[in-house]
């Protein structure tokens, strides 16, 4: 079984800076299709970035320009910088993973807590 672990979160002001990290418990992060998701209090889970085994990359509107996704090999780690922050992007960010012969992802982290204040 897959584990997948976020951390990095926390409380910033508007304009700020954070950088999440994933960590995956079997195989190396270059193996895989991952992705973060965002979910606010009271909205639906949503897509963020996503990078394929590749290093191919996709990204929500509302992040371009000012979210990066990439992999490390080296640490094995996935990681979202998050930069020019705004309040809107206060949510639970989840870090998710499968092969990328899968339809979904169907690895999930637990998720870690991103607060932005104006």
């Known amino acids: 079984q897959v584990r997948l672990v976020e951390s990095g979160g926390g409380s910033v002001q508007a304009g700020g800076s954070l950088k999440l990290s994933c960590t995956v418990s079997m195989g190396v992060v270059s193996w895989y299709c991952m992705g973060w998701f965002r979910q606010a209090p009271g909205k639906e889970r949503e897509g963020v970035a996503t990078i394929d085994s590749g290093g191919v990359t996709t990204y929500a509107d509302s992040v371009k320009g000012r979210f990066t996704i990439y992999k490390d090999n080296f640490e094995n780690t996935l990681y979202l910088q998050m930069n020019s922050l705004k309040p809107e992007d206060t949510a639970m960010y989840y870090c998710?993973?499968?092969?990328?012969?899968?339809?979904?992802?169907?690895?999930w982290g637990q998720g870690t807590q991103v607060t932005v204040s104006s």
């Open positions: 998710a993973a499968d092969g990328c012969g899968s339809a979904t992802l169907n690895y």
